[in-house]
């Protein structure tokens, strides 16, 4: 069957999980980090694309309703109006749908001679079914369907176009859906113009999908996921056969939504076939009449849109979009490329401006039971913590959708992430010791933003060369540092219940199911090659010095960055399965002697050689215990709360945020006494 016994539910509704053999996907974090990035590929790469796709959305999908999907989209009084208006048009389009009989299609055709009134339609001669005769009977109906309006009464302006693609790929691809519906204002056929794509296949498929069909499918809602950032969900049209369904690809995964029969089964054209037609051509035509903003995106998107304006309350109910300049709109044209999923957690960033500062928009989908990076931000800036990037804004886009929120953060530009610093052509030709001052700096002030936002009650837990920022300070020769992106953040024990229930409230988050499920990823959580051996080892325990372990990791990134391309990768930043990488992390941090070589570093520039040194044994070493092997005895390793190193490294913190500390909050984990670790939910965090 293809509806199996396992349920879920969303919103108040229940509906089947679809069954699948195919293996499951891994379980990171972060989510199909096997899919390749979109682009213009060859064959080979569209095909490896397309399978891993289908893999990573293979346990991903459900069957829904067309009731439930109106009701989860809340559509039900707009469909009422709808069904009323739009009878006749209905029905005039039942009229014209064509005929599959056996291996043959009968396209329909005004008839010659017709009775007074109405138009009278008539079955031509047959074509071999196959796809392109199919889409060919298709495609005037659904641009029939576009053109009508809502009240029945008129033509409206084309809000949307029907373009066949079995000849000819989307501009500037490879790919070749049968056909888009795409945005009738937008000039080019590109996927940042595409409002549904459809795919035809011959054979009726009304148990599970094949996985090649949900490969094509997917690749097409991949490739409008990428090119449109104010996309809610993608749908797809999938007919097969003389059947109809809707696809709908969220970030929980896919969502099947059966509309039923677009073709008569015989030449005869009887009263009852129509009547089974006309629900099928009725719901589809409702759909191809909603605005974009009801149906697939946040905003309105009819015409091209380049900036966009969000309401000042944090749960925005109003986002407006423009293609020209105006006041108090952020502009959305400068995007940072970054890798797209499937589905899953997904963030769209930007370069813009906010009241003429440089500034960084970042819209975000997360699951509804993960942390909103909004609450984080809120309650860090609430506490005083410096060096993180400073909001200008922020808000819920969608409180819920198939299980996922959207956010926006307007973020200070804090300048490059030591990914870019020492990805750039001139960083081997910078003096060495330049560079070790630079990261001497990134070394005590990560250190300090870490140890005072844990003192508070955050951790990190996703430290990385590219979660790191710097930039020179103007006419001083030192360098300001920024943690940044908190997206993965979560809230330790110390944190006072009333204040989590605060955010809860004000971020409209379920602060149970939020805690329950932030502890529960602490051994998947970051960035692989950046992560602690323990959490590569699947800890359930994480704590600052998980963080601190991957600061020590980017400084010896940034450290090889430095050396000449010959040097190759080294044993320490190999792309391995995490217990493999973190078998391999320990026998090259073991042996201090030679530890910098098996991160490919020669030599450590002499301005930063006393600072490594001290992150290196306060991460690695115990008194004389070598930390790292300990973890993989079972039973991780628990540091003792002496946290004086950790003071001396970050530079024992800014007076202000010790202040901040102390007024109420006790350290979160990896230092304090045993009664000082105890949280206001009466847990205990350790290393």
Request: charged share 25%.
């Amino acid at each position: 069957m293809f509806i199996t016994g396992s349920a879920c539910k969303l919103a108040g509704i229940t509906f089947n999980a679809v069954s699948s053999s195919h293996t499951s996907t891994p379980k990171r974090a972060s989510g199909s980090a096997d899919v390749p990035a979109t682009g213009v590929v060859e064959d080979k790469e569209l095909e490896e694309r397309r399978n891993a796709i289908a893999k990573s959305l293979a346990n991903a999908g459900h069957n829904l309703g067309f009731d439930q999907l109106l009701h989860l989209l809340k559509l039900n009084a707009d469909y009422a109006t709808f069904g009323t208006s739009m009878r006749q048009k209905i029905a005039d389009l039942v009229e014209q749908a064509p005929a599959v009989v056996g291996a043959k299609i009968y396209p329909t055709r005004l008839a010659r001679h017709s009775s007074e009134g109405d138009p009278a339609y008539e079955f031509s001669n047959p074509q071999t079914l196959a796809e392109k005769t199919l889409v060919s009977c298709f495609a005037p109906l659904l641009e029939k369907m576009i053109r009508s309006s809502g009240d029945g009464s008129q033509i409206m302006p084309r809000r949307y176009k029907f373009v066949d693609h079995q000849n000819s790929a989307v501009s500037g691809t490879r790919i070749k859906p049968d056909g888009v519906v795409y945005y009738g204002q937008h000039r080019s056929p590109v996927f940042k113009s595409a409002h549904i794509a459809l795919e035809a296949k011959v054979s009726q498929c009304d148990g599970q999908v094949p996985a090649k069909h949900l490969g094509q499918m997917g690749d097409y809602a991949l490739h409008i996921w990428n090119a449109q950032p104010t996309r809610t969900f993608v749908p797809v049209l999938y007919l097969h056969g003389s059947s109809l369904s809707l696809f709908i690809f969220a970030r929980s995964g896919y969502y099947r939504v059966e509309l039923g029969a677009m073709c008569y089964k015989s030449c005869a054209k009887t009263r009852d076939e129509a009547d089974d037609l006309y629900l099928p051509y009725n719901d589809l035509a409702f759909l191809l009449s909603l605005p974009p903003q009801r149906f697939g995106h946040f905003v309105d998107v009819s015409a091209p849109v380049n900036l966009l304006s969000f309401s000042d309350e944090p749960l925005t109910k109003t986002i407006a979009g423009a293609s020209a300049e105006k006041d108090g709109y952020v502009d959305i044209s400068d995007r940072i490329k970054r890798r797209v999923h499937i589905h899953r957690r997904l963030a769209y960033l930007f370069r813009t401006r906010f009241e003429s500062k440089r500034a960084f928009l970042k819209i975000s989908w997360t699951p509804i039971n993960r942390l909103p990076e909004c609450a984080i931000y809120d309650y860090i800036a609430s506490r005083g913590i410096s060096g993180v990037p400073q909001v200008f804004k922020s808000g819920i886009l969608v409180k819920d959708l198939f299980g996922y929120r959207a956010e926006y953060l307007i973020l200070e530009d804090c300048g490059q992430t030591i990914d870019e610093h020492f990805s750039r052509p001139s960083a081997n030709e910078d003096d060495r010791d330049d560079c070790g001052r630079l990261l001497n700096a990134v070394i005590t002030r990560a250190t300090s933003i870490l140890d005072c936002a844990e003192t508070v009650g955050v951790l990190h837990r996703d430290i990385s060369a590219g979660n790191i920022a710097v930039q020179s300070g103007r006419g001083s020769g030192e360098w300001d540092v920024r943690v940044i992106d908190w997206g993965y953040a979560k809230f330790l024990p110390s944190v006072p219940t009333e204040k989590l229930e605060e955010l809860a409230t004000k971020w409209s988050f379920d602060l149970e199911s939020v805690i329950k499920n932030e502890d529960g990823h602490d051994s998947i959580t970051g960035t692989p090659l950046f992560m602690s051996t323990r959490v590569l080892l699947s800890s359930k325990r994480r704590g600052i010095f998980d963080d601190l372990e991957s600061l020590l990791y980017v400084v010896l990134y940034a450290l090889w960055k430095m050396e000449p391309a010959s040097v190759g990768t080294p044993d320490g930043f190999l792309h391995l399965s995490d217990r493999s990488l973190a078998l391999v992390r320990i026998a090259c941090l073991m042996d201090h002697s030679i530890y910098l070589k098996m991160f490919g570093v020669r030599e450590c520039p002499a301005s930063l050689n006393v600072l490594l040194d001290k992150l290196y044994r306060l991460v690695c070493y115990e008194g004389s215990t070598f930390v790292p092997v300990k973890h993989l005895a079972g039973k991780m390793f628990e540091r003792t709360p002496d946290r004086s190193p950790l003071k001396e490294i970050g530079g024992g913190g800014s007076p202000d945020l010790k202040r901040k500390a102390d007024d109420g909050s006790g350290a979160g984990s990896d230092g304090g006494s045993p009664s000082d670790s105890q949280g206001a939910r009466g847990m205990v965090i350790d290393a």
